[in-house]
């Protein structure tokens, strides 16, 4: 099993750019999350999914879309990329509710 | 106030020393969880340990040992002859039943710990 892949690794966008994060587990999980990590900070919740078609805001999800239209995949997109923006994003994959989360190896993302 | 809180921003010790690392957690739930995941240079998060409510247990693996006590709302995490290899920076993180404003089934993070083992 590869687990929980992510891509890209790095990017770097301009303000004002769009791109979509692209996050994949094959474990067959139920529950699919995703998370950003500043400098010197502990994890946020940006989105979370419970199955293929059904996905809830969490802590920080401003500036960010979900959608889940498979088991496997949970993109995270960003339509107007801001300076703010700029942080490592981490994708996590649970099968039950509140169960262990794997995650991802993180996205580097930069906007200038 | 902060859900989760590692006082210990970082910490630096010799290689054989023991070291613990604090984590106390705020919560109203009576059904919870508690994490600690592991994020050495190269970046990734690699899971520990996970330890519900109802279980006050000593857990012990290898070198690693985690005392959990609900009376004063603390999960420490213990590296007994800590070795280069455990550098990383440690997180202890908490799932409840229901977080305000959202985010039910997420975890929230501490800010982490930073260990450093000099050889």
């Known amino acids: 099993n590869a687990g929980v892949t992510q891509t890209p690794k790095f990017r770097i966008l301009k303000i004002g750019q769009s791109m979509t994060l692209q996050c994949a587990q094959d474990?067959?999980?139920?529950?699919m999350y995703w998370y950003r990590q500043d400098p010197g900070m502990g994890l946020k919740l940006i989105y979370y999914?419970?199955?293929?078609?059904?996905?809830d805001k969490g802590e920080v999800p401003n500036g960010y879309n979900v959608s889940r239209s498979t088991t496997e995949d949970f993109p995270l997109r960003l339509e107007l990329a801001a300076p703010s923006q700029t942080s490592v994003y981490f994708c996590?994959?649970?099968?039950?509710?509140?169960?262990?989360?794997?995650f991802g190896p993180g996205t580097r993302l930069t906007v200038l | 106030a902060q859900k989760v809180t590692q006082a210990q921003t970082e910490i630096s010790v010799v290689e054989k020393e023991d070291v613990t690392l604090d984590c106390v957690y705020e919560?109203?739930?009576?059904?919870?969880?508690l994490f600690w995941y592991k994020q050495p240079p190269s970046g990734e998060l690699v899971f520990l340990i996970r330890r519900n409510s109802f279980d006050e247990q000593n857990e012990i693996s290898g070198r690693y040992s985690w005392n959990f006590q609900k009376s004063t709302s603390s999960f420490n995490f213990t590296i007994t002859a800590s070795q280069v290899v455990d550098s990383a920076v440690y997180f202890c993180?908490?799932?409840?039943?229901?977080?305000?404003?959202?985010?039910?089934?997420?975890?929230?993070f501490g800010k982490g710990t930073h260990l450093i083992i000099q050889p």
């Open positions: 993180a908490l799932s409840e039943a229901r977080v305000p404003g959202g985010g039910a089934d997420g975890l929230t």
């Open positions: 999914s419970v199955g293929a078609g059904i996905t």
């Open positions: 919560t109203r739930d009576t059904t919870y969880y």
């Open positions: 474990m067959n999980h139920n529950y």
């Open positions: 996590a994959s649970s099968y039950v509710q509140r169960d262990t989360q794997y």
